[in-house]
């Protein structure tokens, strides 16, 4: 109980200090524009975090992701099929399997860097 709060740091910071140690800023991806990286294995090796907003991307990643749609609307495109998209919506797509996101929204959820 008495070692209980110890985990917090309580230095008083400006905001600006604040948000320059704890807040991330999105950068644009050098090769796709429609691709913006929240989070990146430079940030932290635990998860890579991308949101899309684009007409068509195809993506066929090395690892698994998780795709969460984040705006009504657009397409999800697989080997023999497609779904129409919904807010809220999450897709596992496993390794190596090709999709295309037409029209969408999203967040691209990547795993550990390994």
Do not use: W
Not at 14 to 38: G, Q
Not at 56 to 68: N, W
């Amino acid at each position: 109980k008495e070692k209980m709060l110890d985990c917090f740091n309580y230095t008083p910071r400006t905001r600006e200090e604040i948000k320059k140690l704890f807040f991330l800023e999105s950068r644009k991806d050098n090769v796709n524009k429609a691709v913006n990286h929240l989070v990146t294995y430079g940030d932290t090796p635990c998860f890579k975090l991308d949101k899309v907003n684009t007409e068509s991307i195809t993506l066929k990643e090395s690892s698994f992701i998780t795709v969460i749609i984040t705006k009504n609307g657009g397409k999800l495109l697989f080997d023999g099929g497609e779904f129409t998209l919904s807010q809220g919506d999450k897709f596992f797509i496993p390794a190596k399997c090709e999709i295309t996101l037409e029209n969408a929204e999203a967040l691209l959820c990547y795993p550990p860097e390994i």
